[in-house]
C-alpha cells in the first residue's frame, strides 16, 4: 500500500507537515510522562510492599502546616505564608507545573499560531483554484468555478436529480463551471480555496493525506483552503455520521500537475451537454 | 422519616425491597440494575463488534433471531448498526456507568460515610430510582417501536436526528432520565450538607464523600439545558419546530417542510455543555473510590488530601467553560476555538494533580496487594493513558485530524472503561463485606481482574492506532475506505478481545452472586479501616447507627505512631 498504514498516512498537503510535527511532539511526550510515571510506581509498588518487618510510615510530621515556622522575610505576606506552610503538599505539584509548562509552550509557539494560519486565515495567493463542495445523504458535489473564479449562484428550487446542486445555469457565472460527483481533481502547488455546504444533515469533509477535516453544516457556508503538494489519489471520506450509508460516503481526490488539470478541466468543459447535467453523486443509491 | 425513627413495625416485602426508602437497598437496586444495563450495553456492542471485524458476514448463532429488516440473512444493516450505537453509548453512560457510580455507590456508601441514618429526602430517593429504571425500559423498549431505536449517535446531533426514526423514544426516555437524576442530585447535596455526624466537618469528609459532593454539583447544574434542549428537539420532530433547522433543507432530493431559521450549532453546545461535565460525573466518584482504597491498602494517610480535594472543585468549576473542546472543526468561529483550547489545557492541571496525589500516596506505604487494591492499582496507568490521549485531542491543531476518528473512542474508552468500571469493580469487591456481611472470592477475583485489565487493552489499544490511520468512528463498515484497510486487522483484534472480557465476567457476575450467600464471612471492620462505614454491622440495619457517632478526627488516620493498632477510626473517642 505505502500510502496507508498503522500511523498517519502519506502528508500531501502544504500544512500536513505542521499537524504531524504536533501530534508526533505530543506521542513523543506522552509516552516520555507514561514511561517515567510508569518506572516510579512500579519502584513504589515494589519498595513499600507490605512484608514482615516493613510498616508504613506516615509523611514527614514536619511537613505539616502547624509544624512550619515562617522565615521572617515573608512575615508580612499572607499568601506568602501560607504556601510556604503548605510546601509539604505543594511539592507534589511539580511534575504537573513541569507538565503545564509544556502544554503552556504548545498553546502559546504551536496550537494558536498554526490554528490560526490554517483556519482563520488564507494564504495570498493569486488565481486561487476556487470551489464549493456540497455535502449530501451520501455523496460529494464538488463545484469547480471555472477560469472567470466566480461560482455560479444555486437555487434551492433548481435541485433535480440531474442537477444535485441546483446550479443556476442560466446564469453567466455558472458558463465555465464544472460539478462533479464524489471526485476531485485539483492542480498540485496551488491553493484551493473551498466553501464547504450541505444541503441536509451534517457531515464532515475529510481528506486524510491532507490532514483537512471540517463539518459541513446545512445553513453555514464554511470557508476552508489547502495546498496539495504531492501527486497522486487519495481519499475523501466523510467524518461525521450522516445516515446509514455513511460508511460509504467516500470520493477520490486526484492531485496533478498544472497541465494534466488544465487538459482535464477543458475536456469536462466540452462535454459539457448545453443543458448541464451534471454528475450526480447521490446516483450510486 | 419521622415515622421511621419510631419503633421499628414490620416491613411488607414491597415495602423492604421494592419500594424502599431505605438508602441501602435503593443503592443496591441501582447497582443491580446499572450493572445490567452495562451488561445490555455491552452486548450490542458484541453484534456491533462483529460487523466491524467482518463486515457483511452473518451474525453467528443471533443473526436470524433478528427480524429481515434489522438483519437480512443474519448480516446486520446500516440503520441496525447506527440504532446499536447509539443505543450503546446512550445506555453506557446514562443507564450504566452514571447510576452505578452515583446511585449505587453514592446511594450505599455516602450517607455511612458521613454518619448519617438516611439520606435527606428517603422518598424522593425512592423516586429517583423509579424514575430512573421506567426511563431507562423506556429507552430499552425503543428498539421493540416501529422505525426501532435512535440511529444518530449518543450526541443526537439535528437536523439527522430530526429526520431519523426512533429520537421521538431517546428524546422522552432523556427527560426521564435527567429528571431522576436531578432528584438524585439534590438529595446527595442536601444530605452532604445537613446531615453529617457531630464532628464530621468538611475537611473531615473523606475525598469519596467529596467526589460524590461536586458530582452532584455538576448534575444539578450541567442537565437541566440539556432537558431544556432536548424538549426543544422534541418540538421539532413532533411539532414541526425548526429550533435547529436552517431553511431550505433538501432532504434526499425533497424539499423539508419546516419553517427553517433555526441553527444545528444550537443544540451542540447545549448537549456539549451537559456533556462535557458529565465526563467528569463519570470518572469523580471512581476517583473517589479510587481513593480509599489506596490509603486503606498502603495503611497511611493519603498524599495531599486538601490538594485533592481542591483538584476535585477547580474540574468541577473549569468543567462548565470547556465545552467546546468537542467542537473545534464544527464550523464555529475558528478563533472562539482558541478560548476552549486555553481552558482544556486549564482544566488539565487540577487532573494531573489528583493523579500524582495518588501515585505519592503509594510512598512510604505498606501496600497489601489485595483484590479492591489491585483494582485501584491499576486504575492509575490505565486511566493516565486515558488522559494523555486526551492532550492532542484537546489541542486544537491535531484534533484536526483526529477528531470523529477512533483515536477518540480509544481515549475516552480507556478513560471511561479502564478507568471509570475498573474503579467501580474495584468498589464492589471493597465494599462488599459491607452490603453482605461477606467476602468475595480471592481467586475469582484474580481472573476476573486480570483478564479484564489485559482484554480491555486488547480493546481499546488497537483504536489508537486506528484512529492515527485516520480510520472514522461510527462506521458501519470500515473497509469501504481504502484508508482503513490496513487497520482492519486491528478490528478483529479488537473484536477477539471484546469477546474474551466478556468471558471474563463470568467469574464476577458467579462471585458475587455465590458470595452474597456462601461467601466467607467477614468482621464488622474486614479491611481495618479508619472510615465511618465500618463503624456499624454489617450490613447496617435500618438507620444505620445505632446511635448517632460522634467523629473526633480527619478520614485516614492509620499508622499513627504509638498506637497499638494501626488504624485510628474516625469514631474512636480515643
Ligand atoms: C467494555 C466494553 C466496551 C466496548 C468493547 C466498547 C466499544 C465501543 C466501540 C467500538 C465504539 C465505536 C462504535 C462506532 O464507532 O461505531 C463505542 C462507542 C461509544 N462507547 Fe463504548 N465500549 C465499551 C464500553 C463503554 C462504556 C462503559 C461507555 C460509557 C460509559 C461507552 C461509551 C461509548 C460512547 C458514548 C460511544 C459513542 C457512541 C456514538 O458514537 O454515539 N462505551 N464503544
Ligand atoms: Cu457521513
Ligand atoms: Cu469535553
New interface residues.
Partial sequence: ?G???????VAASSYAG??DF??WL??A??LG??VL??A??IY??VK????PG??????DHDDTPAHISVPDSISKFPFAQMLYKNKG?LK??I??MV??TF??A??VF???P???S???SVPDTKDPVRVEVVA??FGWSVHYAGPDGKLGPRK?EL?H?SNPI?LDLAHPDSADDVVMGNEMRLPVDKTVLIDLLS????H?F?I??F??????????S?PMWVTPNKTGKY?I????????????M?GDVFVMTQAEYDAWYQSRLATKPASAQPTNP?EAF | MAHDNHGHHELSFTERYVFSVDHKVIGLQYLITSFLFLLVGFALMGLMRWQLAFPGSPIPFFGHLFPADLAPNGVM???F??SLGAMHGTIMVFLGVVPLAVGAYGNYVLPLQIGAPDMAFPRMNMMSYWTYLPGGLLMLSSFLMPGGAA???WTS?P??SI??PGQTVWLLSMVILITSSLLGAINFLVTTINMRAPGMSLWRMPVFCWAQFVTSVLLLLAFPPLEAASVLQLMDRVFHTSFY?????????K??AGSGGG???LWQHLFWFLAHPEVYVLVLPPMGIVAEIIANN????L??Y??MVFSMIAIGVMSFMVWAHHMF???MS??L??FF??TT?II??PS??LM??L??S????????NVPMLFA?AF??LF??GG??G??LG????D??????YYVIGHFHFVVVSGSIIALMGGTYYWFPKWYGRKMNDKLGLIHFWGSVITMCGIFGPML?MG???A?R?????T????N???QG?NVVATYSAYLLALFQIPFIYNFFNSMWRGEKTPENPWQATTLEWACPSPPPHGNFEKTPTVYRGPYE????GRKT?FWMQTDKN
Fill in positions: 500500500m500510502k496507508y498504514g498503522w500511523t498517519l498516512p505542521k499537524i504536533g501530534i505530543i506521542h511526550a506522552m510522562i507514561f510515571w510508569g516510579f510506581f513504589l509498588l513499600f510492599r507490605a512484608r516493613h510498616n508504613a510510615v506516615r509523611e503538599e507534589s505539584l511534575p504537573d507538565i503545564m502544554e503552556v504548545l498553546i504551536y496550537a494558536i498554526v490554528w490560526s490554517i483556519k482563520s449530501e445523504q434551492m435541485t436529480f441546483g444541503k441536509d444533515v451534517i464532515s475529510f486524510p493525506e490532514r483537512l477535516k471540517q463539518d459541513a453544516v446545512p445553513g453555514l464554511i481519499e471520506t466523510c467524518a461525521q455520521l450522516c445516515g446509514f450509508a455513511h460508511s460509504l467516500r447521490a | 444493516s446500516g440503520e448498526y447506527n440511529q444518530s449517535g446531533y437536523p439527522l429526520i431519523n433547522l436552517p431553511k431550505d433543507l433538501v432532504i434526499l432530493g424539499a423539508y441553527q444545528p450549532l498502603t495503611r497511611k494517610p498524599h495531599g486538601k490538594t472543526i464544527s464550523g475558528a478563533s476555538s482558541n483550547l486555553v489545557m488539565s492541571v494531573v494533580a500524582t496525589c501515585v505519592f503509594l510512598k512510604g506505604g505498606s501496600i497489601r496487594f492499582l492509575i496507568p493516565a493513558i494523555l490521549t492532550l492532542p489541542l486544537t491543531v491535531t484536526i485530524y483526529l477528531h470523529d476518528t492506532f492515527l490511520g485516520g472514522s461510527r462506521l458501519y463498515d470500515p469501504a475506505q481504502l484508508h484497510l490496513p487497520v486491528w492509620y499508622s499513627v505512631p494501626d
